[in-house]
């Protein structure tokens, strides 16, 4: 493949929830015929492929991997500054001024990039499954077992596990992501954390809601033994627990680097600007400038950015 057919294009990945997930992308992105070189970040939800293979091809590819992917607009225009600096230096002319708006504008594309768009989102859903929880636990183990204040109608067992339901229906539907990724990565024959996450509280939800018909029939039979006894078999509170600790755990790892890297920014702005006429290695420094990915080539072992810090 000569250097004229290669590009470098950026996409957005969804559904990547740990460094599983991001090599299972490149992985597949990497059998894609076409593919030279494939760089995942699992930080900014991004990947950089160079090769001669089209967009769809691989959007096919992270797709039937159960991720989604998405052709970044600024990489194209990333590409094209790359390419008209290329040519500003082969013919002359006010080349430092037309590479460096083309190095700014790369650069401001780069930080936008790196710009942390999960943990604002991680942030409302807690916030939002916490407070329902609290009313969740407030009835289902306040009321019950410490004999907290309620209404009335909280003393019918049947009415009281309709309503924990739809509480933990609540939670759940806030953190569907769980559940979405974690069925379409089962499908595909990869389970991951949010896997063991869906099937943990999908579990606890589905044998609650057995418990809760059971009860409407003992009920309906005024077995009201029969329906205390299952009254204290419920576990949606469970349900709704789960999803909303693995989502606190996930916003304290992302924590430390809620911040964009800066060690990255601090070498784009002080390198040097250097330039080399050779085509090969414009094109390794334009799949390298992904501020420290590991890069997985097909011709040999992963090997790190020269950019990283």
Not at 93 to 119: F, I, M, P
Request: glycine letters at 8%; proline letters at 5%.
């Amino acid at each position: 493949m000569s250097p004229e057919e290669t590009k470098t294009t950026q996409y957005t990945v969804t559904g990547m929830s740990c460094a599983a997930c991001s090599a299972r992308v490149e992985k597949a992105v990497s059998k894609v015929e076409g593919v030279t070189e494939c760089a995942v970040s699992l930080l900014t939800n991004s990947m950089a492929v160079e090769g001669s293979a089209s967009p769809e091809e691989i959007v096919r590819a992270v797709e039937a991997a159960g991720y989604g992917a998405e052709l970044r607009e600024s990489g194209k225009r990333g590409a094209a500054n790359d390419a008209a600096a290329d040519r500003d230096e082969m013919q002359g002319g006010s080349v430092a001024a037309r590479s460096g708006r083309s190095y700014q504008e790369r650069l401001r594309q780069n930080k936008e990039a790196l710009k942390d768009k999960e943990t604002p989102k991680l942030k409302r859903r807690l916030i939002s499954s916490v407070i329902v929880l609290l009313v969740l636990m407030y009835f289902s183990m306040g009321h019950m077992m410490a004999g907290f204040p309620a209404p009335k109608a909280f003393d019918n067992m049947v009415f009281m596990g309709l309503f924990q339901l739809c509480l933990a229906l609540t939670v759940m539907i806030i953190n569907r992501k769980f559940f979405v990724s974690g069925f379409q990565s089962l499908l595909h024959s990869a389970p991951n954390m949010d896997t063991l996450v869906a099937m943990g509280s999908g579990t606890a939800f589905v044998y609650s809601l057995a418990e809760l018909f059971l009860m409407a029939l003992a009920q309906g039979e005024m077995d009201h033994e029969r329906v205390m006894k299952l009254g204290m078999s419920l576990y949606f509170e469970t349900a709704a627990m789960i999803p909303t600790l693995i989502t606190v755990g996930k916003l304290l790892k992302r924590a430390p680097r809620a911040e964009p890297p800066t060690p990255c920014a601090a070498s784009w702005s002080s390198r040097p600007r250097r330039r080399h006429s050779s085509g090969t290695d414009r094109r390794s420094r334009s799949i390298s400038r992904k501020c420290g990915a590991a890069i997985c080539s097909r011709s040999g072992p992963a090997r790190a950015s020269p950019w990283t810090a």
